[in-house]
Each structure stands twice: as structure tokens, then as C-alpha cells.
């Protein structure tokens, strides 16, 4: 398993849909700014023109879609950008923040959708490179207070409801206590600049700040 390589880190944020990960990317991007690193955010799934593609399939097909064809798809795009974004950056010294990664398919499609997770590891570490985060922030939110925080438009995976998004959490939570080293359970009921705060600290922790 590549652990960490170059000077670049590899930053992921992970949790349930609409828990403040994307709030709490733009956040971290910025503070490291603030410290002197040179850092990138990216999205999952997406980063790309190909990836990009990948997501308007995954979000908004129409048809109803495989769940194996939704987890190989996932992992495609991850692929792409995990090859053509993420490892030239780290590569290049740069720190990235990726707004979701792997984790997430084991949550939404090992989770939510019921595949298997051992299944889905293997395709993951496939589809990654190997590459492994250096740390993990999952934003734990109860599923009710998460959804009142969603937009009305929702995409296809998020119009799953509350039982799918109760599995998906709790695998999250499944993921804290096998890696807790990697995987850091943050309380995202508290307040936006709370939060961070939380991030930030173990952040100064972890690589020294
Ligand atoms: N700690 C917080 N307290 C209150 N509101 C928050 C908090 N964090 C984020 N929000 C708000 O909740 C909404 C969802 O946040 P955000 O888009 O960051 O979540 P997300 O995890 O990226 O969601 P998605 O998975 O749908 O992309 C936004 O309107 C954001 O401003
Ligand atoms: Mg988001």
C-alpha cells in the first residue's frame, strides 16, 4: 500500500451528503494558503473533463443504473482523477484536498447500496493506484440534520432517503473504528468555524504546523 509519497499530502474529506465537507474543503485550502503550502481542492466524483463526464452519468441518468455499474463507475472516475489531477500534484509537492475519495464508495456503494466492502477495497485499491490518504476528516452528522442542510435539488443518490443515508453513515462510522489513525471522526453539529477549528488542530498535529 503507498503510504505517503513526495513532500505533497493527500487530504480527503469524507461523510454523508450535505455534513459540510465541501464548506470545510474550500476552508482548509485557504488556511494552508495562509501557512505558505501551495494547495488544491478536488471533487469527487469529478476533477476532470472525463471524470466530469462520469458524474453527470453517476448524478443524473435517468435510467435506473446497476449498483455494480454505479460502484465500477465511481471507481473509473476516480481513476482519472487519481492518475491525471491527484498524483501529479502530490508528485509536484503540492497538498491536495479531495472532497470525498475512496472511502465513499465503500459508504454509497458498500453501505448504502449492500455490495460487498472487501469486494469494493479490492477495486478501490485497483482504481487509486494504491494511493492512501495521509489523513481522512469524516464530518459525523445524525442523517435528519444533515438532510435539512441539502439543497431542494437533489441528484440521484441523494434522493435515496434517510434509511440509505443511515447505512452509509454508519459505515463511515464502521471505517473510524477499524482506521483510527486515518480515518478522524470530527463533530459536524457544531457550529462552521467550530468545526474547523477541530480540523485545523489536528491538522497542526499531524504534519507539524
Ligand atoms: N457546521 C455547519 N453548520 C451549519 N450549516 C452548515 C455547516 N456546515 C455546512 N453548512 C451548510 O450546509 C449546507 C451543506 O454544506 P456543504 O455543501 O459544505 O455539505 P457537503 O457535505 O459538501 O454536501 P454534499 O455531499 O451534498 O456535497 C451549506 O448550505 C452549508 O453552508
Ligand atoms: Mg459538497
Known amino acids: ?26 476552508k ?23 471524470s466530469e463526464s ?3 452519468l453517476l448524478l443524473h441518468a435517468e435510467e435506473s443504473m446497476s449498483d455494480r455499474a454505479e ?5 473509473a472516475s476516480r481513476a482519472q482523477l487519481t492518475d491525471k489531477v491527484i ?30 466492502v472487501n469486494a469494493l477495497e479490492e477495486i478501490n485499491n485497483f482504481g487509486t493506484y494504491t494511493l492512501k ?7 459525523d452528522i445524525p442523517v435528519e440534520k444533515a438532510n435539512e442542510r441539502m439543497s431542494v ?14 447505512r452509509v453513515r454508519d459505515q463511515y462510522l464502521a471505517m473510524n473504528t477499524k482506521e ?8 459536524g453539529e457544531q457550529s462552521i468555524d467550530k468545526v474547523f477549528e477541530d480540523i485545523w488542530s489536528i491538522m497542526k498535529e499531524k504534519f507539524s504546523l
Open 71 to 75: 460502484a465500477l463507475l465511481m471507481i
Open 87 to 116: 498524483l501529479p500534484h502530490i508528485i509536484n509537492g503540492k497538498w491536495v484536498v479531495a472532497d470525498r475519495y475512496a472511502d465513499s464508495t465503500l459508504a454509497y456503494q458498500g453501505g448504502g447500496r449492500g455490495l460487498s
Open 1 to 26: 500500500m503507498t503510504k505517503s509519497i513526495s513532500n505533497g499530502k493527500f487530504i480527503t474529506l469524507e461523510g454523508v451528503d450535505g455534513c459540510g465537507k465541501s464548506t470545510q474543503a474550500d
Open 133 to 139: 490518504p495521509d489523513i481522512t476528516f469524516f464530518i
Open 180 to 187: 483510527p489513525e486515518r480515518v478522524i471522526l470530527i463533530n
Open 28 to 50: 482548509l485550502v485557504e488556511k494552508l494558503f495562509e501557512t505558505d503550502i501551495s494547495a488544491v481542492t478536488v471533487r469527487e466524483p469529478g476533477g476532470d473533463h472525463i
Open 54 to 56: 462520469i458524474r453527470k
Open 153 to 166: 435539488s437533489r441528484d440521484r443518490i441523494e434522493r435515496e432517503g434517510a434509511n440509505f443515508q443511515q
